[in-house]
């Protein structure tokens, strides 16, 4: 895999040429910074940005006043190779705060390993409803201990509004949630992003999230996408590396409350 040429792809399709990730968002280019505008449900944030130890601090304190006027609190998603090489030393000094690093990682979907299924007991099944959001949703809460309105709102939307854009999945055991994982398409280039992976901690360590990955990367091939994109916690990681994906870069979500 050419890593740095992968990347360059990455950044000019899916950060420069960002595209909406919900029916409510648009996506804006203000002079070296593409930010994405959304409601409160949705994500608001600078995905991309060509600054220099002279631009910077001028085009950080414009998306907090932008952002500060919308009433929203948003994130700057910086990665690990984004210039000036201090901008999340400027971000924090703005008053950001950053949350966990992650790693960008990326598989070239011809050279992952794709025959991993479920362990026995365990089926999945496929969301394409608010039924299936909702159990979707009660994964999240489990894995995460997180307040899953956000995204039960986005899946939603994207279902109705462009649900061939979506590929979500939950896995069963019996009749109980255990495992929820999208995938997030982008037509027009050739990467689909996985997304919001997470396994309820008492079925952890069972191959259930492996196995998700691999039903969402066959997805990406029969849609014809070369290439998936994980921001990888440290615990999934492992996992990814093992099917065939790399790291590229770190990402760290710098967040900014009015």
Known sequence: MDHVGILALYDRDMREGAQPDSPDARVER?????RQISSAHGWNGVVWSDLDEVTADAAIAEQIAHFTGLGQEFEWKLYGHDLPVDLGR????????AQPEETLMIGEVAALTLDAEPPEGIRVRPVTDAEGV???AEVHEKAFGADSSRMRHQLLARLAADPDTVVAVVALAGDTPVSAARMELVPGT?????W?????????????YRALVAHRARAAVDRGYRYLQVD???TSRPVLERLGFAPLTTTTPYVYVP
């Open 30 to 34: 203000i002079g070296s910074v593409v």
């Open 90 to 97: 400027r971000l924090r000094s703005a008053g950001f705060t």
């Open 134 to 136: 909702g159990l979707v």
């Open 190 to 194: 050739r990467f689909a992003g996985l």
């Open 196 to 208: 919001g992976g997470g396994t309820v901690e008492a079925w952890r360590g069972r191959g259930i």
């Open 232 to 234: 990888a916690m440290s």
